[in-house]
């Protein structure tokens, strides 16, 4: 059975992508639009929760926010955006947002209360039903805190979860170390990264050594096929 449909407005290439990719990999139809003009005609009845940016290129997102409510009451509609003071939030939920997330994000968060809001509605999959990440070898449950590799169940200190759902989540693509360190590690990047290190030598222990790849300068990707 598909999952309930999500609308995914978000200009941002690379958020976006990560997000269909996801949203696809645990069977939820995904539409998505870099605009907001074609949004409320986009949000058809299968859509069932729309993911929505502020700061898109034609309309403002909070206007967005507005129409949608409007045309569909039932709609669970969740902001996902960079403006982060308390006026903003009010603002977003008073246009009739069920939830505001700030960016930067965790994957693991916006999953959480994704499921919440399609629970509330009735439309979730039944837990075990919850279709676990995947790259190659590799499988991880974010709602579980569970992995695997070959079918096998990998024992990971916390913060070596976090990495390799952040990894497996963008398998095939470059993580930043900016973005490691922002997203599992909660702190922006101050230099060291000693931590950093430690942690991918560990994990590269437990998933195989080639799984993931170095990027010089830049940070490390998970082989899709690894
Ligand atoms: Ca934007």
């Not at 991918?200 to 993931?212: E, F, M, Q, S, Y």
């Amino acid at each position: 059975m598909a999952g309930a449909g999500i609308l995914l407005v978000e200009d941002d290439e690379a958020i976006a992508s990560g997000l269909v990719r996801v949203f696809g990999s645990q069977g939820h139809p995904v539409t998505r639009l870099a605009r907001g003009g074609p949004a409320v005609a986009a949000a058809t009845e299968d859509i069932k929760l729309v993911i929505l940016d502020l700061g898109l290129p034609d309309i403002d997102g909070i206007d967005v926010c507005r129409r949608l409510r409007a045309a569909r009451p039932d709609l669970a509609i969740l902001i996902l955006s960079a403006r982060d003071q308390e006026l903003d939030v009010v603002a977003g939920l008073d246009a009739g947002a069920d939830d505001y997330l700030v960016k930067p994000f965790r994957l693991s968060e916006l999953l959480a209360r994704v499921r919440a809001h399609l629970r509330r509605a009735g439309l979730a999959e039944p837990e075990d039903d919850r279709e676990p990440l995947r790259a190659g070898a590799l499988a991880v449950d974010l709602g579980a805190r569970r992995a695997w590799r070959d079918g096998d169940e990998l024992e990971l200190r916390p913060k070596e979860f976090d990495l390799l759902a952040l990894l497996v989540g963008e398998a095939g693509r470059a993580v930043t170390r900016e973005r490691i360190m922002r997203e599992v590690w909660d702190t922006d990047w101050m230099g060291s990264t000693k931590t950093l290190d430690t942690h991918v030598l560990a994990l590269r222990h437990k998933v195989g050594a080639d799984a993931i790849t170095t990027l010089r300068g830049v940070g490390y990707r998970l082989e899709d096929g690894a």
